[in-house]
């Protein structure tokens, strides 16, 4: 059975930096895309960023471009969120998501497998 299981979350100051792990077990973690999405309080679930099988292509959502970088460990089926000059409007529980269609969505709907989240709150 596919588990994600991220960690890394926490409280941090405005400016500051974190850096987020997601470990999957149970399935093709070298043949699945990966992506990061958060969840604001009140609001819908959003993308963040995602990574290709080989981790040569990423894509960003423009809130994050330039701040946050994505990447993978195939040997340790590990991904990654480096976050960078955090801001309030980041403080969100963030989710990583594995898709082993390959689809290179932004889309949640084409994520099958998700984890259960970890908090990130950015203070002013």
């Known amino acids: 059975q596919a588990r994600l299981a991220e960690s890394g979350g926490g409280l941090v100051q405005s400016g500051g930096s974190l850096r987020l792990s997601c470990v999957a077990s149970g399935l093709a973690f070298s043949r699945s895309d990966m992506a990061w999405f958060r969840q604001p309080p009140g609001k819908e679930r959003e993308f963040v960023a995602r990574?290709?099988?080989?981790?040569?292509?990423?894509n960003y959502s423009d809130s994050v471009l330039g701040r946050f970088t994505v990447s993978r460990d195939n040997a340790k089926n590990t991904v990654f969120l480096q976050m960078n000059s955090l801001k309030p409007e980041d403080t969100a529980v963030y989710y990583c998501?594995?898709?082993?269609?390959?689809?290179?969505?932004?889309?949640?709907?084409?994520?099958?497998?998700w984890g259960q989240g970890t908090q990130v709150t950015v203070s002013s």
């Open positions: 990574v290709s099988l080989t981790g040569v292509i990423t």
């Open positions: 998501a594995a898709d082993r269609v390959g689809s290179a969505s932004t889309y949640a709907a084409r994520y099958q497998y």
